[in-house]
């Protein structure tokens, strides 16, 4: 799953996704007050453009270069609207691959990451990356298909990606409260030639 991968798979269609914000982060998120976000695999943009006209500044990446100019290109049609003030200079659309250049450590309130595909490694290094990127107080919002929706296939193995439930072992009782580690219905309709009825949400606030 490198650049090329996804960038065709957003060549193969005119939008991929709904445009709206994925359901668990507004479940989630809508009671904070807005800081610093890292949006993770932030796709075609809704997720930041939702937290921009909340007061966030976002930093959303993506490893796909077209899906970034389409994220940003939804900015814009959004910033048009009466939201334009709460939009304008609060996105900073990048580049990268996160799962081998980590964020910057203790830099967000908040680290957003839905159907991102966290691919096991020795060490959890990719995933220990993303942790440390939440500052004291801030937040964690892990979100993603539950393992029961996910078959195994020659080219996809549903046991070598992190649920939230991995995630909330590894979070160490001292530095982190776990708020929400559950599963859910899916509260939008199940995406086109897919199974996945269920999401599995992880919230976790880090405390030093």
Same mark, same amino acid.
């Given at each position: 799953?490198?650049?090329?991968?996804?960038?065709?798979?957003?060549?193969?269609?005119?939008?991929?996704?709904?445009?709206?914000?994925?359901?668990?982060?507004? &479940?989630?998120? &809508?009671?904070?007050?807005?800081?610093?976000?890292?949006?993770?695999?932030?796709?075609?943009?809704?997720?930041?453009?939702?937290?921009?006209?909340?007061?966030?500044?976002?930093?959303?990446?993506?490893?796909?270069?077209?899906?970034?100019?389409?994220?940003?290109?939804?900015?814009?049609?959004?910033?048009?609207? !009466?939201?334009?003030?709460?939009?304008?200079?609060?996105?900073?659309?990048?580049?990268?691959?996160?799962?081998?250049?980590?964020?910057?450590?203790?830099?967000?309130?908040?680290?957003?990451?839905?159907?991102?595909?966290?691919?096991?490694?020795?060490?959890?290094?990719?995933?220990?990356?993303l942790l440390n990127a939440v500052g004291p107080g801030g937040t964690?919002?892990?979100? !993603?298909?539950?393992?029961?929706?996910? &078959?195994?296939?020659?080219?996809?193995?549903?046991?070598g990606y992190y649920q939230p439930d991995d995630i909330a072992q590894?979070?160490?009782?001292?530095?982190?409260?776990?708020? !929400?580690?559950?599963?859910?219905?899916?509260?939008?309709?199940?995406?086109?030639?897919?199974?996945?009825?269920?999401d599995a949400v992880l919230r976790a606030v880090r405390l030093s």
């Amino acid at each position: 799953m490198d650049a090329q991968h996804w960038d065709e798979m957003y060549r193969s269609r005119d939008q991929i996704f709904s445009g709206n914000p994925n359901p668990a982060l507004v &479940t989630e998120i &809508t009671d904070l007050p807005p800081g610093q976000a890292l949006d993770v695999g932030c796709g075609e943009g809704a997720d930041a453009v939702w937290l921009a006209q909340r007061g966030w500044q976002v930093t959303a990446v993506d490893i796909s270069e077209i899906a970034l100019h389409r994220a940003a290109a939804t900015a814009a049609t959004a910033a048009t609207a !009466t939201t334009a003030t709460s939009i304008n200079g609060r996105v900073a659309w990048a580049r990268a691959d996160l799962t081998t250049t980590p964020p910057p450590a203790d830099a967000f309130d908040l680290v957003s990451i839905h159907y991102f595909p966290l691919h096991r490694q020795p060490g959890h290094t990719a995933l220990h990356g993303l942790l440390n990127a939440v500052g004291p107080g801030g937040t964690l919002l892990f979100a !993603t298909h539950a393992r029961a929706d996910l &078959t195994s296939r020659e080219d996809f193995d549903a046991a070598g990606y992190y649920q939230p439930d991995d995630i909330a072992q590894l979070l160490d009782p001292t530095a982190w409260n776990v708020l !929400t580690n559950e599963t859910r219905p899916r509260a939008t309709p199940t995406p086109a030639g897919t199974h996945h009825t269920q999401d599995a949400v992880l919230r976790a606030v880090r405390l030093s």
